[in-house]
Nanobody, 122 residues
């Protein structure tokens, strides 16, 4: 079992920045690929970015490419999402997830955090 707790969400103006954190506990954090997904009201959960266990490979959705960066610190069992140049359409609940493979597919992730709200005002 892996427990995940997100933090760092909040209200920010368009063009601003936030850094989300996801702290893991339980099984060895470094064994797992990690990802961020988001879900806006009335919409399906959407892939944002993922990172392999070593941090050597990352993949970012086109909608956030060039603005968001995923990273991880296995010594701290934490994955981060740096979000810059935020837009109102980035408003959503952001959740981190852990899985064995690493992909943009929700079904590849077995453990999920509760999420943190990000609201971007225009």
């Amino acid at each position: 079992q892996v427990q995940l707790v997100e933090s760092g969400g909040g209200l920010v103006q368009a063009g601003g920045s936030l850094r989300l954190s996801c702290a893991g506990s339980g099984r060895t954090f470094s064994n797992y690929a990690m990802a961020w997904f988001r879900q806006a009201p009335g919409k399906e959960r959407e892939f944002v970015a993922d990172i392999r266990w070593s941090g050597g490979r990352t993949y970012t959705a086109d909608s956030v490419k060039g603005r968001f960066t995923i990273s991880r610190d296995n010594a701290k069992s934490t994955v981060y999402l740096q979000m810059n140049s935020l837009k109102p359409e980035d408003t959503a609940v952001y959740c981190c997830a852990a899985g064995l493979g690493g992909s943009d597919n929700i079904n590849d992730y077995a453990w999920w955090g509760q999420g943190t709200q990000v609201t971007v005002s225009s």
